[in-house]
């Protein structure tokens, strides 16, 4: 069978359309099995407020020395008082941290945050001129990589 040169260029145009339709539509392609990098970030706001976040997975993966993001917890027996820091270092050397507690509004919710953490977390956090968090976020996802050796 032979197609007709008008048959020919209608089947050409619709594999067009249909081949732009798929792009723009999924303009960065299929999300099964997504990866994200996301090295270590921080932006700073007037008035001396800030945020920091990264991957933990790909901080500890990047190339450079002196990238690190996470969150500690120190706790205390004695007077049941604990306190947790965040921490961000980027690729320049830039640091911001801030604190939280058990006295500061937030704090204990801040607390279980730090406690979902694990080492391919992707890390949130912000503060003002005072070093105190005024939020945290925790994102535990499959695109976040896990640190290599």
Same mark, same amino acid.
């Given at each position: 069978?032979?197609?007709?040169?008008?048959?020919?260029?209608?089947?050409? #145009?619709?594999?067009?359309?249909? #081949?732009?339709?798929?792009?723009? &539509?999924?303009?960065?392609? #299929?999300?099964?099995?997504? !990866?994200?990098?996301?090295?270590?970030?921080?932006?700073?706001?007037?008035?001396?407020?800030?945020?920091?976040?990264?991957?933990?997975?790909?901080? =500890?993966?990047?190339? *450079?020395? =002196?990238?690190?993001?996470?969150?500690?917890?120190? &706790?205390?027996?004695?007077?049941?008082?604990? =306190?947790?820091? @965040?921490?961000?270092?980027?690729? !320049?050397?830039?640091?911001?941290? @801030?604190?939280?507690?058990?006295?500061?509004?937030?704090?204990? *919710?801040?607390?279980? #945050?730090?406690?979902?953490?694990? *080492?391919?977390?992707?890390?949130?956090?912000?503060?003002?001129?005072?070093?105190?968090?005024?939020?945290?976020?925790?994102?535990?996802?499959?695109?976040?990589?896990?640190?290599?050796?």
């Amino acid at each position: 069978m032979r197609l007709s040169k008008s048959s020919f260029f209608m089947m050409v #145009a619709v594999s067009v359309v249909a #081949a732009l339709t798929v792009m723009f &539509a999924f303009p960065h392609g #299929a999300k099964a099995g997504e !990866k994200v990098v996301d090295p270590v970030q921080i932006t700073d706001y007037s008035g001396g407020y800030w945020e920091a976040n990264g991957s933990l997975g790909a901080t =500890r993966n990047s190339a *450079d020395t =002196r990238s690190s993001i996470g969150c500690s917890l120190n &706790a205390s027996n004695s007077n049941g008082n604990w =306190r947790g820091t @965040c921490t961000a270092i980027n690729d !320049k050397g830039e640091t911001r941290y @801030c604190d939280f507690n058990a006295n500061a509004g937030g704090g204990a *919710d801040m607390r279980v #945050a730090v406690t979902a953490m694990t *080492d391919s977390s992707w890390l949130s956090f912000s503060a003002g001129p005072e070093k105190i968090c005024t939020w945290l976020t925790v994102s535990n996802n499959s695109y976040n990589p896990p640190p290599q050796p």
